[in-house]
C-alpha cells in the first residue's frame, strides 16, 4: 500500500501506484523556486513597490494547483504576489473535453505586470493554451509559465511554451498533491497513477 496507517488508507483507496513521492516533489519544488528567484530578484538597492510591474504575479490555476502554488512561493524568496483564476475543460471525466470554461477570472488588472501561470499539470495543452491567449491580450510585460507535471508523447497534444517542468511523466490518469478525480485525492502528499477499476466505481452520492 502506499500508506499504511488506517487513515491515510481511506484517502488513498483505488491508488495503483506512487509515481512522485513527497521527498521527491518537495526537492524539485526547491529547484524550480531558485530559478524563479534568479528570473525576479530585484537589482542591489531597489525596493519593489507591492503592485509595481517589476514585482512577479503567481497566477494559480484552481483548483489543482493550490498545493504547488502554496509550496512554490513558500520557496522563492523574492517579494511575489499571488491571484487565482479557474478554468475548467474536465467535470468529472478522466479525458479533457477540449472546451474551456473560466470559472473564475482575475480580480486586477495585469496591464504592464509580469505573469507567471502556475499549473499543477499540462495534459492536451488546450486549456494552457487558451489562457494564455486571453491573458495576452490584457498587456502583461511578459508571462512565464510553471508546471508541476506535463505528460509527455500525449496523443492530440498541442504545442505550448513552457519555461518551467517539475517532472515530464507517462500519459497515466494520475492524482495527489492537488489533482483529483471527481474531487477525490487532492490531499493525498505525493503524486500517484490511479488504478482504472476506479473509473468503473458508482460516483459517490451527496446528501444536502
Do not use: C
Amino acid at each position: 500500500m502506499p500508506e499504511s496507517s488506517p487513515s491515510a488508507q481511506t484517502r488513498a483507496h483505488g491508488v495503483a501506484s506512487v509515481l512522485l513521492d513527497e521527498a521527491t516533489i518537495q526537492g524539485r519544488i526547491a529547484e524550480l523556486a531558485a530559478e524563479m528567484d534568479e528570473w525576479y530578484r530585484p537589482a542591489p538597492g531597489q525596493h519593489p513597490v507591492p503592485g509595481g510591474g517589476e514585482v512577479p504575479l503567481l497566477v494559480g490555476v484552481l483548483t489543482g494547483a493550490v498545493t504547488f502554488l502554496t509550496d512554490l512561493m513558500r520557496a522563492m524568496t523574492v517579494p511575489l504576489e499571488i491571484e487565482f483564476m479557474a478554468v475548467s475543460s474536465y467535470g468529472a471525466s478522466t479525458q479533457s473535453s477540449g472546451v474551456v470554461r473560466i470559472l473564475k477570472d482575475l480580480n486586477h488588472e495585469i496591464s504592464g505586470r509580469r505573469i507567471v501561470v502556475v499549473e499543477d499539470i499540462i495534459d492536451t495543452g488546450l486549456t494552457l493554451q487558451y489562457l494564455l491567449d486571453l491573458l495576452e491580450r490584457r498587456a502583461p510585460a511578459d508571462i512565464k509559465v510553471v508546471a508541476l507535471l506535463r505528460k509527455h508523447d500525449k496523443p492530440g497534444a498541442v504545442p505550448v511554451s513552457v519555461d518551467l517542468v517539475g517532472f515530464d511523466i507517462p500519459d497515466e490518469f494520475v492524482v495527489g498533491y492537488g489533482l483529483d478525480y471527481a474531487g477525490h485525492y487532492r490531499n493525498l502528499p505525493y503524486v500517484a497513477i490511479l488504478n482504472p477499476a476506479v473509473f468503473d466505481e458508482p460516483s459517490p452520492t451527496h446528501e444536502e
